[in-house]
């Protein structure tokens, strides 16, 4: 098997708490709980599930912000979490990242220019005149222009905020991009223009992203492969086009009749909504989905469903899992 771009073995990542009483022991958090995961160059992976479910945790993970508690984060071959500090800032260069919100993560007090070449800076070797140049042309590729690299972030929309922030994760041409929420804090008329941008991008740089979201339609647009993340666990995998007209996980399943939609005449679709949350289950279930689905079944209590093919790359973790729910 080739070198993978992105391989997460068995990763787990867990929190303590802070005490509740002061002998007691610290309460734990399992953010991830034993994810594996391989990206292949060229090939978009996007990660979706609800709030809380680990997806942010796993984009920090990646970017070696944060180490794991349990298994191995590889780049390019290299264990991140095994890497000594000059290694790790070195190996920055071939991963960057787009967080969430365009309006936090740029510096007012810095110009465009500072901001931007940040980057060559921490990594050193270039002039002064080399990382002005080499902002202004990542700049123009970003849709911005020269005269933009003596600005302040506050003479930006969120829209041009969010491409200065790409213009920065790609002036060291990385070969993956983590992009956790990059459209979510965007006008919807805005988020076309990025997604666009990106997948442009992605062509012109030779650049993979890892997209971090809870929007379908967005993981939809940009990405090859999807995974769909429940309480720190994988629970299904596949491509756009077999997950959402053909999801088998219930979990899935309820993301997907979560979508609004909309009939051709603008009135609402009305559907019955389906018994998500059921009657409740034992809180040590093997399954973590077993309390809310709709399927469980005593097995479901009793061992845990790892995930399994179901055919043309498409794995499901579920024991009862069929396909009956299309976002298309």
């Not at 991830?32 to 979706?48: D, E, P, Q």
């Not at 921490?122 to 911005?144: E, Q, T, W």
Request: positive net charge.
């Amino acid at each position: 098997m080739s070198e993978a771009l992105l391989h997460l073995d068995q990763v787990t990542r867990t929190y303590a708490l802070p005490r509740e009483r002061l002998w007691a022991p610290h309460p734990v958090v399992h953010a991830l709980r034993g994810i594996s995961l391989r990206m292949a160059s060229g090939k978009n992976l996007g990660v979706v599930g609800e709030s809380g479910s680990g997806k942010s945790t796993l984009a920090r993970l990646v970017m070696a912000l944060e180490p794991p508690t349990s298994g191995s984060v590889h780049v390019l071959g290299q264990a991140l979490n095994q890497l000594k500090p000059a290694a790790l800032r070195a190996a920055r260069r071939d991963f960057q990242m787009v967080f969430q919100d365009p309006y936090g993560s740029l510096d007012p007090r810095q110009t465009v220019q500072r901001i931007v070449a940040e980057p060559l800076a921490v990594l050193g070797g270039s002039s002064v005149a080399d990382m002005r140049s080499m902002a202004a042309d990542v700049l123009n590729s970003v849709g911005l222009r020269n005269s933009d690299l003596d600005k302040y972030p506050h003479e930006f929309s969120g829209g041009q905020r969010q491409r200065v922030a790409i213009a920065r994760a790609l002036i060291t041409r990385p070969k993956l991009i983590v992009a956790d929420e990059p459209v979510s804090a965007l006008d919807v008329s805005v988020q076309a223009q990025v997604l666009n941008l990106m997948q442009d991008l992605s062509q012109q740089f030779g650049v993979t992203y890892l997209l971090i979201s809870h929007d379908l339609a967005v993981v939809d647009h940009l990405c090859d492969e999807v995974a769909v993340i429940y309480q720190g666990r994988i629970v299904e995998q596949g491509s756009p086009l077999t997950l959402f007209h053909a999801a088998a996980h219930p979990y899935t399943q309820a993301l997907l009749a979560a979508v609004p939609r909309v009939a051709p005449n603008s009135t609402p679709v009305s559907r019955k909504r389906s018994a998500v949350i059921t009657q409740h289950r034992a809180p040590a279930a093997a399954c973590p989905y077993a309390q809310r689905c709709p399927l469980a079944q005593p097995l479901c209590d009793a061992q845990r469903p790892e995930l399994r093919s179901v055919g043309d790359g498409h794995q499901v973790a579920c024991h009862f899992g069929a396909g009956n729910v299309s976002l298309r």
